[in-house]
């Protein structure tokens, strides 16, 4: 009896384990299951739109992948750099620029992409000439001024009167004028007859003094009456120019050009008093100097370096020692300045040396919107005056030798093309 209930109890033991492990065994399916449901936890209508979104993206790429490379197909070839340098929009030969040294590679491509997009918003002559103001003018040149002009051999003075104007335009505005006439003296430096006709650019001139009359107020006909004089020597009267500018003035803007008049002294005698009535022409700016300047623009930094390295001028033999220069560098855009540097004031000589760099940092889009006026001032070094402005040199559209420098500048890689431009009033 006692055997018998130990293996009773015994396979009572066993029987327990044996469930146990069944039950143990018939979980690990049912992890499994759930592990599963958890790595995919959608119904079947999410795992179809997914499906479709995806192959719907894939399509869109492909879409613009073909249309891509349809495009660069289709594209007409560019134009090589080389050709912006053309003034006729002929391809410029090999050996017309002695900047060039080799073909561009690969790695500057992007450059010269942007320089041809900026060449193409500048304007394509490179000829040399004496801009006009009559781009200024809002009508034709009308009307007419009387002067008169006297030499006084005993004083040694020339004596200039305005007198009155005739038949002025009108502002359409405001159906008036304000006239007033400005008065400037240029002095040509003699050269030999040989000299002057092997010259082929404009005669170097100095402005030995300016005037200004009165305003007449609302008066399409006035009357000046304003006399001026200057101390002169008899044998600078011939190479004298008498520049007489008729403007508009405005309080609040610039003033407007009416029209102007130039009398050369070479050929007329001035002995007495002589008057004279002339018709209003157009105004054409005048050459008083010449500036070395030198550009370099780095595209990986966006700074613009405009070097001021000389100025050429004619000094006068009475003030060659108590003038000094300095010059404003402003850079404008649509019209707006944006920032300005001034160099250092140095002794005028025929050749004022500076070797003065200013930087400008300048973004893409302004780059290619950009102005920069190049301004030339006078001051006396023994007696606190105001400033004179001698010249400008500007850069930007519409300009013809200065885009060439422009172009030479963003064809070039970190490096400073230099050259010499005419300093005009």
């Known amino acids: 009896m006692v055997m018998e209930t130990q293996v009773t109890v015994n396979g009572e033991g066993q029987t327990d384990d044996v469930i146990r492990w069944q039950r143990d065994m018939s979980f690990l399916p049912t992890v499994d299951l759930s592990i599963g449901d958890l790595r995919m936890p959608f119904n079947e209508e999410v795992k179809y739109c997914i499906l479709g979104i995806s192959v719907t993206l894939f399509l869109i790429a492909m879409g613009i992948l073909v249309w891509q490379l349809y495009r660069y197909c289709s594209q007409a070839p560019k134009e090589p750099v080389d050709d912006l340098l053309s003034s006729d929009g002929k391809p410029a030969k090999t050996g017309d620029l002695h900047t060039e040294t080799q073909r561009p590679n690969v790695k500057v491509e992007k450059l010269h992409e942007d320089a041809q997009r900026l060449s193409h918003c500048l304007s394509m002559g490179s000829h040399v000439e004496l801009p006009s103001l009559g781009n200024q003018l809002d009508e034709e040149v009308k009307g007419s001024l009387r002067f008169s002009l006297y030499y006084d051999q005993l004083q040694s003075r020339l004596v200039v009167t305005v007198l009155e104007a005739r038949g002025l335009p009108v502002r359409d505005f405001s159906r008036s004028v304000d006239p007033f006439v400005r008065v400037r003296l240029l002095w040509a430096r003699h050269d030999n007859e040989e000299e002057k006709e092997e010259q082929s650019s404009p005669s170097l001139q100095c402005l ?141 000589c025929e050749v004022t040396v500076f070797n003065e760099v200013m930087m400008f940092t300048l973004p893409d889009p302004q780059i290619r919107a950009c102005c920069i006026v190049v301004s030339v001032y006078e001051i006396h070094a023994d007696r606190k005056s105001a400033k004179r402005l001698v010249g400008q040199v500007t850069f930007g559209k519409g300009k013809r030798s200065e885009d060439e420098h422009w172009r030479l500048m963003m064809r070039s890689i970190c490096q400073p093309i230099a050259k010499w431009h005419p300093l005009l009033i």
Not at 216 to 223: E, G, L
Not at 285 to 294: F, H, I, N, P, T
Request: charge should be positive; charged fraction near 30%; glycine fraction near 4%.
């Open 208 to 348: 030995l003094h300016e005037w200004q009359s009165r305003i007449v107020k609302d008066s399409s006909s006035p009357t000046f009456g304003d006399q001026f004089s200057y101390s002169m020597e008899e044998e600078d009267v011939p190479h004298t120019t008498v520049r007489f500018e008729v403007r508009d003035f405005d309080k609040f803007s610039r003033h407007g050009f009416l029209g102007e008049v130039r009398v050369s002294l070479c050929d007329m005698k001035i002995s007495y008093p002589l008057e004279v009535l002339e018709d209003l022409q157009t105004p054409q700016k005048d050459m008083v100097g010449e500036v070395l300047l030198s550009l370099k623009y780095l595209h990986t930094l966006q700074r613009l370096e405009v070097g001021l390295l000389k100025i050429r001028a004619l000094p006068q033999q009475s003030k060659k020692d108590q003038v000094r220069l300095y010059a404003r560098i402003s850079v404008l855009c649509n019209q707006f300045k944006l920032r300005h540097q001034k160099s250092t004031a140095k002794t005028l």
